[in-house]
């Protein structure tokens, strides 16, 4: 939490403007942010995940720090290039498609695309000649606490095939991603996945295809309610996991963090809207708030991110709850299976604060669910 999100909010308050839940994002902790990545890997280029938070002021900000953008779609490319980033500074890595976005993007200037398939590098080939494609390759994402399914990537024996065929339709096969599953606490994850890079880069150059770069992806942690690694140590077991599969002829790099860019930037207030019990035994009292799954705490779903919430009354004698949202829909509990300790003293009307908030909460938010609004959004 810091002083200019509190001082926001009280003047929110005071101003009568606090009638529904409200995102705050301090962009001087994105500036942080991205001076702590930059620093942890120095040779390797920040792409920011866009869909994380594509908050105008903070794609302009990473814009003027340097960063360059990963993007998935035409309308994120625009922001990007809206927030005064230059195209060859914006990377297209949904490895799915339609081709003629391929082509608008191609339009925009953009010359850099993910694909995982022999179809998907076709497109390419059509609509976008010359342009760099990477690999994107499956990778076991165990011990990410958002993991991530096989929607991306293909099997590390099949990119060789993509790659060539990319070569052989006039594209530039330049290199290979991954992702290790988002939110992942474990740095050594980074290096098995890098093993079968250096192990396709040495089989593709046997054919003459000579790969340049390593798309590292996301994954880098942002602080909830258990302490992570800090980004520095993500870059030395990254650099040493380069170093051990690529020894001296280290490829490019690039890293496309989201949640480890702007999680912990932003704070949502949220207000209590009912605590109550189900029966007079039950020794769980129902915390319902205004904020719920479908109007930005998305990623709650399976209780997979459980966020730090402040309460007015911090310190005071706790009691297990279950937190639920204030849609008419059933799924919309955020923590049941492991109930969540809140003060006591808790009372209907009470402002929370729920921390971390910063990635994946606005774009998670449904427009009018229920008649609720989408979530309100502030950067300061
Ligand atoms: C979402 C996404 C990211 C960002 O992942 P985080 O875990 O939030 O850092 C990076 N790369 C790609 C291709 C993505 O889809």
Redesign the pocket.
């Known amino acids: 939490m810091t002083e200019r999100i509190q001082e926001f909010l009280r003047a929110r308050r005071r101003e009568g403007r606090d009638n529904g839940p409200c995102l705050v994002v301090d962009l001087d902790v994105v500036r942080d942010n991205y001076r702590d990545f930059s620093r942890a890997l120095p040779d390797t280029r920040v792409?920011y995940?866009v869909?994380?938070n594509p908050a105008p002021e903070v794609l302009s900000l990473l814009a003027s720090l340097g960063s360059s953008f990963?993007t998935?779609s035409v309308a994120e490319i625009e922001l990007a290039l809206a927030a005064g980033a230059s195209p060859e500074r914006i990377s297209f890595?949904?490895t799915i498609k339609k081709e003629r976005d391929v082509a608008r993007a191609y339009q925009l200037g953009v010359r850099l695309f993910?694909v995982d398939s022999e179809a998907e590098v076709e497109k390419i080939a059509r609509v976008a000649p010359r342009s760099k494609v990477f690999c994107?390759i499956l990778c076991d994402g165990s011990g990410?606490e958002?993991p991530?399914s096989r929607k991306?990537g293909c099997a590390p024996e099949m990119a060789p095939r993509v790659l060539e065929l990319a070569q052989a339709n006039g594209l530039i096969a330049y290199g290979l991603?991954f992702?290790v599953?988002?939110?992942?606490p474990n740095p050594r994850m980074w290096d098995k996945a890098l093993e079968s890079c250096a192990n396709i880069f040495r089989e593709l150059a046997e054919r003459g295809v000579y790969l340049q770069m390593v798309?590292l992806?996301?994954?880098?942690?942002t602080r909830y309610l258990k302490s992570v690694p800090k980004v520095r140590i993500y870059g030395n077991a990254i650099f040493r996991a380069l170093s051990k599969h690529f020894g001296n002829r280290l490829p490019e790099t690039i890293i496309?963090?989201?949640?480890?860019?702007v999680?912990n930037a932003g704070i949502i207030e949220a207000e209590v809207v009912l605590i109550s019990k189900k029966s007079d035994d039950d020794p769980l009292r129902w915390v319902f708030l205004d904020i719920g799954k479908f109007n930005g705490l998305a990623e709650t779903t399976d209780e997979m991110i459980r966020y730090p919430i402040r309460t007015p009354v911090d310190g005071a004698a706790v009691g297990p709850c279950v937190i639920a949202g204030p849609s008419c829909d059933s799924v919309d509990i955020l923590y049941e299976k492991t109930p969540y300790e809140l003060p006591v003293s808790l009372e209907i009307g009470a402002k929370v604060l729920i921390e971390g908030t910063g990635?994946?909460t606005t774009t998670y938010s449904s427009i009018a669910f229920n008649g609720f609004p989408p979530l309100e959004a502030y950067v300061i």
Do not use: I, T, V
């Open positions: 792409y995940a869909k994380a990963d998935a890595g949904n993910a994107r990410a958002w991530l991306f991603s992702h599953g988002s939110q992942q798309n992806g996301g994954g880098f942690p496309e963090p989201g949640r480890g860019m999680g990635a994946y």
